[in-house]
Protein backbone atom coordinates (compact mmCIF):
# COMPACT_ATOMS: atom_id res chain seq x y z
CA UNK A 1 0.00 0.00 0.00
CA UNK A 2 1.16 3.69 -0.27
CA UNK A 3 1.10 5.79 2.90
CA UNK A 4 1.30 9.96 3.19
CA UNK A 5 2.81 11.72 6.17
CA UNK A 6 2.00 14.64 7.78
CA UNK A 7 3.80 16.48 5.15
CA UNK A 8 2.33 15.18 2.59
CA UNK A 9 5.06 12.36 1.13
CA UNK A 10 3.75 9.58 -0.39
CA UNK A 11 5.58 6.25 0.82
CA UNK A 12 5.34 2.39 0.55
CA UNK A 13 4.12 0.03 2.82
CA UNK A 14 3.31 -3.47 3.37
CA UNK A 15 0.43 -4.42 5.81
CA UNK A 16 -0.09 -7.72 7.43
CA UNK A 17 -3.42 -8.75 8.97
CA UNK A 18 -3.99 -11.62 11.57
CA UNK A 19 -6.95 -13.39 10.97
CA UNK A 20 -7.86 -13.24 14.80
CA UNK A 21 -5.44 -10.18 16.06
CA UNK A 22 -4.13 -11.50 19.65
CA UNK A 23 -1.34 -8.42 20.49
CA UNK A 24 0.28 -5.20 19.63
CA UNK A 25 0.41 -4.29 16.63
CA UNK A 26 4.23 -4.31 14.89
CA UNK A 27 5.83 -1.61 13.04
CA UNK A 28 8.27 -3.17 11.13
CA UNK A 29 11.88 -0.97 10.38
CA UNK A 30 13.76 -1.84 7.55
CA UNK A 31 17.25 -1.77 7.57
CA UNK A 32 19.50 1.20 5.25
CA UNK A 33 17.65 -0.37 1.65
CA UNK A 34 14.16 -0.13 2.53
CA UNK A 35 11.44 -2.17 1.98
CA UNK A 36 12.32 -5.64 0.73
CA UNK A 37 10.95 -9.44 0.85
CA UNK A 38 12.46 -10.07 4.04
CA UNK A 39 10.57 -7.02 5.52
CA UNK A 40 7.10 -8.10 3.67
CA UNK A 41 7.85 -11.85 4.99
CA UNK A 42 8.50 -10.74 8.58
CA UNK A 43 5.46 -8.52 8.85
CA UNK A 44 3.84 -12.12 7.33
CA UNK A 45 5.26 -14.38 10.28
CA UNK A 46 3.93 -11.63 12.93
CA UNK A 47 1.03 -11.86 11.54
CA UNK A 48 0.66 -15.62 11.98
CA UNK A 49 1.47 -14.66 15.86
CA UNK A 50 -1.71 -12.40 15.94
CA UNK A 51 0.14 -9.35 15.67
CA UNK A 52 -1.35 -6.67 13.11
CA UNK A 53 2.26 -5.60 11.20
CA UNK A 54 3.12 -2.85 9.37
CA UNK A 55 6.58 -2.64 6.80
CA UNK A 56 7.48 0.60 5.44
CA UNK A 57 9.95 1.80 3.25
CA UNK A 58 12.46 5.45 3.83
CA UNK A 59 13.01 6.37 0.79
CA UNK A 60 9.30 8.18 -0.59
CA UNK A 61 11.05 11.59 -0.37
CA UNK A 62 14.04 10.79 -2.45
CA UNK A 63 12.91 8.06 -4.80
CA UNK A 64 9.64 7.71 -5.25
CA UNK A 65 6.51 5.71 -3.16
CA UNK A 66 7.15 2.15 -5.27
CA UNK A 67 10.01 0.30 -4.93
CA UNK A 68 9.31 -2.19 -7.37
CA UNK A 69 9.99 0.22 -10.12
CA UNK A 70 13.96 1.08 -9.12
CA UNK A 71 16.56 -0.47 -10.32
CA UNK A 72 18.12 -3.56 -8.73
CA UNK A 73 21.12 -1.80 -7.55
CA UNK A 74 19.07 1.03 -6.05
CA UNK A 75 20.43 -0.89 -2.76
CA UNK A 76 24.21 -0.63 -3.44
CA UNK A 77 26.34 1.37 -1.16
CA UNK A 78 27.36 3.78 -3.80
CA UNK A 79 23.68 4.31 -5.20
CA UNK A 80 21.42 4.39 -2.02
CA UNK A 81 24.17 6.50 0.04
CA UNK A 82 22.76 10.25 -1.48
CA UNK A 83 18.83 9.05 -0.32
CA UNK A 84 20.22 7.86 3.03
CA UNK A 85 22.03 11.04 3.71
CA UNK A 86 18.88 13.11 2.45
CA UNK A 87 16.97 10.99 5.35
CA UNK A 88 16.11 13.90 7.90
CA UNK A 89 15.00 13.11 12.00
CA UNK A 90 11.89 15.25 11.32
CA UNK A 91 10.98 12.96 8.11
CA UNK A 92 11.58 9.78 9.58
CA UNK A 93 9.53 10.76 12.69
CA UNK A 94 6.68 11.76 10.35
CA UNK A 95 7.04 8.42 8.56
CA UNK A 96 6.90 6.40 11.83
CA UNK A 97 3.95 8.43 13.02
CA UNK A 98 1.82 7.74 9.68
CA UNK A 99 2.88 3.86 10.22
CA UNK A 100 1.66 3.93 13.68
CA UNK A 101 -1.68 5.56 12.71
CA UNK A 102 -2.39 3.05 9.98
CA UNK A 103 -1.91 -0.09 12.40
CA UNK A 104 -4.00 2.15 14.78
CA UNK A 105 -6.67 2.35 12.23
CA UNK A 106 -6.18 -0.88 11.52
CA UNK A 107 -7.62 -2.33 15.17
CA UNK A 108 -4.30 -2.20 16.64
CA UNK A 109 -4.43 -0.19 20.68
CA UNK A 110 -0.64 -0.91 21.18
CA UNK A 111 1.75 -0.61 18.97
CA UNK A 112 5.48 -1.78 18.91
CA UNK A 113 8.21 -1.25 16.50
CA UNK A 114 10.57 -3.58 15.45
CA UNK A 115 13.90 -2.15 13.67
CA UNK A 116 16.67 -3.60 12.03
CA UNK A 117 20.47 -2.22 11.74
CA UNK A 118 19.48 1.19 10.85
CA UNK A 119 15.51 0.25 11.46
CA UNK A 120 17.17 -0.80 14.68
CA UNK A 121 18.22 2.49 15.50
CA UNK A 122 14.97 3.78 14.51
CA UNK A 123 13.09 1.98 16.88
CA UNK A 124 14.82 2.85 19.82
CA UNK A 125 14.27 6.54 18.80
CA UNK A 126 10.65 5.59 18.92
CA UNK A 127 10.32 4.95 22.05
CA UNK A 128 10.22 8.41 23.21
CA UNK A 129 6.84 9.96 24.69
CA UNK A 130 5.97 11.66 21.84
CA UNK A 131 4.61 7.72 19.69
CA UNK A 132 2.77 6.43 22.52
CA UNK A 133 4.11 3.14 22.14
CA UNK A 134 3.86 0.03 24.04
CA UNK A 135 7.71 -0.76 23.36
CA UNK A 136 10.39 -0.65 21.04
CA UNK A 137 12.70 -3.79 19.66
CA UNK A 138 16.02 -3.43 17.86
CA UNK A 139 18.42 -5.87 16.30
CA UNK A 140 21.95 -4.39 16.18
CA UNK A 141 20.70 -0.63 15.98
CA UNK A 142 24.01 1.77 16.12
CA UNK A 143 23.49 3.80 19.54
CA UNK A 144 25.58 6.34 19.58
CA UNK A 145 26.61 9.41 17.56
CA UNK A 146 26.71 9.02 13.75
CA UNK A 147 28.04 11.71 11.60
CA UNK A 148 26.91 14.20 14.01
CA UNK A 149 23.28 13.19 15.11
CA UNK A 150 22.52 11.98 18.68
CA UNK A 151 21.66 8.29 19.21
CA UNK A 152 19.51 6.22 21.40
CA UNK A 153 22.42 6.99 23.88
CA UNK A 154 22.61 10.60 23.77
CA UNK A 155 18.17 10.62 23.16
CA UNK A 156 18.28 8.31 26.17
CA UNK A 157 16.70 10.84 29.21
CA UNK A 158 14.10 10.94 26.66
CA UNK A 159 12.62 7.29 26.11
CA UNK A 160 10.21 5.83 28.09
CA UNK A 161 8.95 2.91 26.50
CA UNK A 162 10.37 -0.18 26.97
CA UNK A 163 12.83 -1.65 25.19
CA UNK A 164 14.14 -5.29 24.19
CA UNK A 165 17.69 -4.98 21.86
CA UNK A 166 19.62 -7.94 20.10
CA UNK A 167 23.00 -7.62 19.43
CA UNK A 168 25.27 -10.04 17.70
CA UNK A 169 28.72 -10.29 19.38
CA UNK A 170 31.06 -10.50 16.33
CA UNK A 171 29.73 -7.17 14.71
CA UNK A 172 32.39 -5.37 13.34
CA UNK A 173 29.77 -2.68 13.07
CA UNK A 174 28.95 -1.57 16.92
CA UNK A 175 31.44 -2.40 19.73
CA UNK A 176 30.54 -3.77 22.90
CA UNK A 177 31.38 -0.43 24.67
CA UNK A 178 28.71 1.35 22.35
CA UNK A 179 26.41 -0.98 24.05
CA UNK A 180 26.98 -0.50 27.12
CA UNK A 181 26.93 2.45 26.92
CA UNK A 182 23.52 2.53 25.67
CA UNK A 183 22.52 0.33 28.51
CA UNK A 184 23.76 2.72 31.29
CA UNK A 185 22.09 5.61 29.92
CA UNK A 186 18.97 3.56 29.87
CA UNK A 187 19.80 2.19 33.16
CA UNK A 188 20.18 6.01 34.40
CA UNK A 189 17.05 7.37 32.53
CA UNK A 190 14.67 4.90 34.64
CA UNK A 191 13.79 3.59 30.61
CA UNK A 192 12.87 -0.61 31.30
CA UNK A 193 15.32 -2.47 28.86
CA UNK A 194 16.19 -5.80 28.32
CA UNK A 195 19.58 -6.68 26.34
CA UNK A 196 20.78 -9.92 24.79
CA UNK A 197 23.81 -10.56 22.72
CA UNK A 198 24.69 -13.23 20.79
CA UNK A 199 28.50 -14.43 21.21
CA UNK A 200 29.91 -15.25 17.69
CA UNK A 201 26.83 -14.14 15.58
CA UNK A 202 27.67 -11.30 12.89
CA UNK A 203 26.06 -8.71 12.14
CA UNK A 204 22.52 -9.05 10.61
CA UNK A 205 22.21 -12.63 11.89
CA UNK A 206 18.77 -12.85 11.97
CA UNK A 207 18.17 -11.91 8.32
CA UNK A 208 20.92 -14.00 7.10
CA UNK A 209 19.54 -17.15 7.42
CA UNK A 210 22.64 -19.32 8.15
CA UNK A 211 22.73 -22.80 9.63
CA UNK A 212 25.29 -21.95 11.97
CA UNK A 213 23.86 -18.89 13.67
CA UNK A 214 19.84 -20.40 13.31
CA UNK A 215 20.44 -21.42 17.16
CA UNK A 216 20.42 -17.75 17.86
CA UNK A 217 17.81 -16.77 15.34
CA UNK A 218 15.45 -18.98 16.61
CA UNK A 219 16.09 -17.70 20.17
CA UNK A 220 15.99 -13.41 19.45
CA UNK A 221 12.50 -14.68 17.80
CA UNK A 222 10.90 -16.47 20.74
CA UNK A 223 12.33 -13.52 23.04
CA UNK A 224 10.72 -11.10 20.46
CA UNK A 225 7.39 -13.01 21.20
CA UNK A 226 7.45 -13.07 24.78
CA UNK A 227 8.13 -9.73 24.46
CA UNK A 228 5.21 -8.84 22.88
CA UNK A 229 3.05 -10.48 25.00
CA UNK A 230 3.93 -8.22 27.80
CA UNK A 231 5.51 -4.99 26.53
CA UNK A 232 4.32 -2.89 29.11
CA UNK A 233 6.12 -4.82 31.42
CA UNK A 234 8.55 -3.04 34.19
CA UNK A 235 11.95 -4.67 33.34
CA UNK A 236 13.15 -7.88 32.01
CA UNK A 237 11.50 -10.97 31.98
Known sequence: MTLRSADGTAFAAFLARPEFPTGPGVLVLPDNKGLSGFYRETAVRLAEQGHPALALDYYGRTAGPDPEMRAPEFGELPNLLPHLLALTPDGLDADLAAGVARLRESGAAEVVTLGFCFGGRQAFRAAAPRFGLAGAVGFYGYPDTL??????????????????????????HIPPAAVAAFDAALTEAGCPHEFTTFPGAPHNFFERGEAE???????????LLAFLARPDASGPA
Open 213 to 223: HAEAARTAWLR
Open 147 to 172: NGAPGPTQLAPGLTAPILAFWAGADE
